[in-house]
T-cell receptor, first 115, second 109 residues
Framework: EAGVTQFPSHSVIEKGQTVTLRCDPISGHDNLYWYRRVMGKEIKFLLHFVKESKQDESGMPNNRFLAERTGGTYSTLKVQPAELEDSGVYFCASSQVRAGANVLTFGAGSRLTVL | AQRVTQPEKLLSVFKGAPVELKCNYS??????LFWYVQYSRQRLQLLLR??SRESIKGFTADLNKGETSFHLKKPFAQEEDSAMYYCALKSSNTGKLIFGQGTTLQVKP
């Protein structure tokens, strides 16, 4: 089974530019989560999709961040315009919607560097 | 408030020494706790979870509700255990994970 795939693995952009990160969850996983690790800090929750619906977006830092999951398959996370403090590693994770089995499988992460 | 605290950023031990990575949590209700590990150049992966009461790669973790702790232990560290370890708490409402700050374990030869 293919794991959670994230693209790009590393993106370097200038402040003010736009970046779109993509996550392909494991096939059949309805839960999709985005997390972020900023340098030296903990991994923080950004948002949670169940299929195409946003279940919880309480962790989204501000309106420069937009996440979508059209069709309930892959998801994108767009940062526009990017700021220096957005630099970090963005992780995607997915899981099945099944009682007692909500173990998250993580992607390798997308490293974002904003100059 | 739901919170996970890992007090040590770095833990350095010699091969064969016992290891204990500390994790304390704050949660109202019955917590579900996990340890995730990220080896160099690999993705974050589940190491173990408290409901399974299992031992993975020689590691164990016991949930202590009185002390609100979920420390990760291994009696004899190996060099291949060197990695970043994250303790995480699952919110029963949303299923999202709340992570601690992470502890880098360095096992020296």
């Amino acid at each position: 089974e293919a794991g959670v795939t994230q693209f790009p693995s590393h993106s370097v952009i200038e402040k003010g530019q736009t970046v779109t990160l993509r996550c392909d969850p494991i096939s059949g996983h309805d839960n999709l989560y985005w997390y972020r690790r900023v340098m030296g800090k903990e991994i923080k929750f950004l948002l949670h999709f169940v299929k195409e619906s946003k279940q919880d977006e309480s962790g989204m830092p501000n309106n420069r961040f937009l996440a979508e999951r059209t069709g309930g398959t892959y998801s994108t996370l767009k940062v526009q315009p990017a700021e220096l403090e957005d630099s970090g590693v963005y992780f995607c994770a997915s899981s099945q919607v099944r009682a007692g089995a909500n173990v998250l499988t993580f992607g390798a992460g997308s490293r974002l560097t904003v100059l | 408030a739901q919170r996970v605290t890992q007090p040590e950023k770095l833990l350095s031990v010699f091969k064969g020494a016992p290891v204990e990575l500390k994790c304390n949590y704050s949660y109202s209700g019955s917590p579900e706790l996990f340890w995730y590990v990220q080896y160099s150049r690999q993705r974050l992966q589940l190491l173990l979870r408290h409901i399974s009461r299992e031992s993975i790669k020689g590691f164990t973790a016991d949930l202590n509700k009185g002390e609100t702790s979920f420390h990760l232990k291994k009696p004899f560290a190996q060099e291949e255990d060197s990695a970043m370890y994250y303790c995480a708490l699952k919110s029963s409402n949303t299923g999202k994970l709340i992570f601690g700050q992470g502890t880098t374990l360095q096992v020296k030869p």
